[in-house]
């Protein structure tokens, strides 16, 4: 551990962090590939402190070692404090204590904030667990986390496109830059119900709509034709080159079993394919969405990829403490 130099994160390093958070993607089998620009948007988001919610861990000039620690701004739909902590070691460096000391730092650090923000509030430290089996869930249970969720990695090719159903009433479009705030408040909505989430804060969803990585152009917005309200919507990135990623798919409660989310995706499809530019469709789905999401998926041809977990632990009730230097 003496032999390796801590740092906090700076835009100066997203090649570097690039490197290493591709690298990451390849040897754990995560497919999350990102781009310099996306990690330095990143850094720049409102809701990163890098000089004091970041980590940067380096032997000579590689940086072998990441970490970030995250506190929403709003609470969840329970009333409770939603803190992230994020990170890896490169594979030719593990098994040395550094996931371990990382894990330290950034847990104090989201106590931390958490205290700072949500103060006396009970909530949850949550982390990624990856794939059963990996070193970073053995980790984590290591830590006291416990899987509080399955996740299902789903894909779809673009041989074909699902012809999109006609909904009366209701017209299919992709979004504009108008529809920022009524999909936000279409998506509080939606999600509501949903396993974790909080209403989405302007900034943040500002951060997303205009992020390097939306595909408005492929994404679709289901739109009442008398009322003008944002009904469903899929909304997409891309990240990995001829692969299109859906971000986020919901419909406000009012409207569901109307087939709508239906509708949008495979109107998303049809999209990606007609631009000639993707041959695949990938998308992360709640194994157990109280909408029945991962069977919509499959009925459009979409098939399992692979399975990970969210991983969770209780904030301590005293939760200020000094994060470690």
């Known amino acids: 551990m003496t032999d390796y130099r801590w740092t906090r994160l700076s ?16 040897v754990d089998g995560t497919e999350e590939y990102l781009a310099a620009e996306d990690l330095r948007e990143e850094l720049e988001s409102t809701s990163l402190n890098p000089a004091e919610d970041s980590w940067a861990v380096w032997d000579g000039e590689q940086l072998v070692a990441f970490g970030l620690a995250h506190c929403s701004s709003t609470l969840s739909h329970e009333g409770l404090v939603r803190t992230f902590v994020e990170g890896g070691v490169h594979a030719d460096h593990r098994g040395r204590g550094l996931g371990t000391e990382l894990m330290d730092r950034l847990e104090a650090r989201a106590r931390d904030r958490a205290s700072t923000m949500h103060p006396q509030q009970p909530g949850y430290l949550s982390a990624g667990g990856q794939t059963e089996g990996s070193s970073a869930r053995a980790l984590l249970i290591e830590r006291g986390y416990a ?6 990695a789903l894909t779809r090719d673009l041989t074909g496109a699902p012809e999109p159903p006609t909904v009366e009433g209701v017209a299919l479009r992709s979004p504009v830059p108008a529809d920022e705030t009524p999909v936000r408040s279409s998506h509080n909505l939606a999600f509501r119900d949903h396993w974790g989430s909080a209403p989405t804060s302007e900034e943040t969803w500002h951060e997303r709509w205009t992020s390097r990585s939306n595909r408005d152009d492929v994404s679709t917005i289901a739109v009442d034709e008398r009322s003008g309200e944002v009904l469903a919507y899929v909304l997409c990135g891309q990240w990995i080159d001829r692969e299109l990623y859906v971000n986020l798919v919901g419909t406000v409660p009012t409207a569901r079993g109307r087939g709508l ?7 998303t499809i049809g999209l990606a394919l007609e631009t000639g530019s993707y041959d695949l469709v990938d998308l ?12 919509l998926y499959e009925r459009l041809g979409f098939r399992p990829k692979r399975t990970t977990a969210a991983m969770r632990r209780d904030l301590p009730s005293t939760m200020a403490s000094p994060c470690p230097e």
Do not use: E, I, K, M
Not at 11 to 26: G, I, P
Not at 147 to 152: E, G, I, K, L, T
Not at 261 to 267: F, V, Y
Not at 285 to 295: N, Y
């Open 284 to 295: 992360d789905v709640d194994s157990s969405s109280p909408t029945g999401a991962t069977r």
């Open 261 to 267: 989310a239906a509708a949008c995706l495979a109107r």
């Open 147 to 152: 899987v509080a969720r399955h996740f299902n």
């Open 11 to 26: 835009v100066a390093d997203v090649t570097s962090w690039a490197v290493l958070v591709n690298h990451l993607a390849d």
